[in-house]
């Protein structure tokens, strides 16, 4: 996949519980709507995740999480064989089993290999692209009381020694993703935005994770569903700072702003 060219990446939640009641698919019916729509508005990866990560979610076994994800897996195997798939799962077991048997293409990890230790070797031995996310605490955890010397640095921090040891276990293809809304106050998220261009100093993509979370509506009022336009004031404030891949609930949204950002950065001749 080129990324010198922004990609968006759909959210399909199998869970019964995400933050955000409208990205909850469970049934055969809604899993076949979602992933046609993702690829219809011009999503170009499929991001199933079957374990909520929403702060005070409840855990779920590696077991239920498995079943969930193969569920949802054989459903896209079967409508669209050829779609770019990434699990969203901090565990090891489970993302073996979604390489292995269903060959997906990415790990998206929330935890940067800090829920388990097994995540990092068992990456580097499917030689898959890793998502890593920065995450202060645990889902359970991580919005009590979050506390930074300086948010920035410490993030960077953060991905540099993760980036360094991934690195001497042979991953080659590493994302970045700073984990807005997880361990990070409001302040803590504008900060991260506002600085976001600072992550280039990697030379490695970079994925924004803001759809609808609560930096958007505790800033602005109403809750997830009245979240989209400032949504997407974000997306556009990202890509213009940098950011490679969009992971959003609203595909058709978050592609249109993708479009303008870039038709904004074409050379434009004197005729026009």
Do not use: W
Not at 114 to 143: E, K, N, W
Not at 217 to 223: A, E, R, S, V, W
Request: hydrophobic letters at 45%; a negative charge; glycine letters at 8%.
């Amino acid at each position: 996949m080129d990324l010198s060219q922004p990609q968006v990446m759909g959210i399909l939640n199998v869970t019964p519980d995400s933050f955000f009641a409208g990205s909850r698919k469970q049934s055969e019916a809604d899993i076949v709507e979602r992933v046609h729509q993702i690829v219809n508005e011009g999503g170009s990866i499929i991001d199933i995740g079957a374990y909520s990560s929403r702060p005070n979610a409840a855990d779920v076994s590696s077991e239920e999480e498995m079943r969930r994800l193969r569920f949802g897996l054989d459903i896209i195997r079967r409508e669209i064989p050829d779609a770019i798939v990434s699990v969203d799962t901090f565990r090891a077991d489970v993302a073996r089993m979604c390489a292995e048997e269903y060959g997906v293409a990415l790990i998206n990890d929330i935890s940067a290999g800090d829920m388990d230790a097994d995540m990092f070797s068992v990456v580097a031995r499917l030689g898959i692209p890793y998502i890593i996310m920065h995450m202060q605490g645990t889902p359970q955890t991580m919005q009590e009381h979050p506390h930074y010397a300086n948010v920035v640095k410490d993030v960077l921090f953060y991905f540099s020694e993760k980036v360094q040891r991934l690195r001497d276990l042979g991953v080659k293809d590493i994302i970045l993703d700073p984990g807005f809304g997880f361990g990070k106050t409001l302040a803590h998220n504008y900060a991260l935005l506002n600085q976001l261009e600072e992550f280039s100093v990697f030379g490695l993509p970079v994925l924004v994770g803001v759809s609808r979370k609560s930096m958007i509506y505790k800033l602005l009022g109403g809750g997830p569903e009245e979240a989209l336009n400032g949504t997407t004031a974000v997306h556009a404030i990202a890509l213009m700072k940098g950011a490679a891949i969009l992971r959003v609930h609203d595909v058709k949204a978050a592609s249109e702003a993708v479009k303008i950002v870039s038709a904004m950065r074409q050379p434009v001749s004197i005729s026009q």
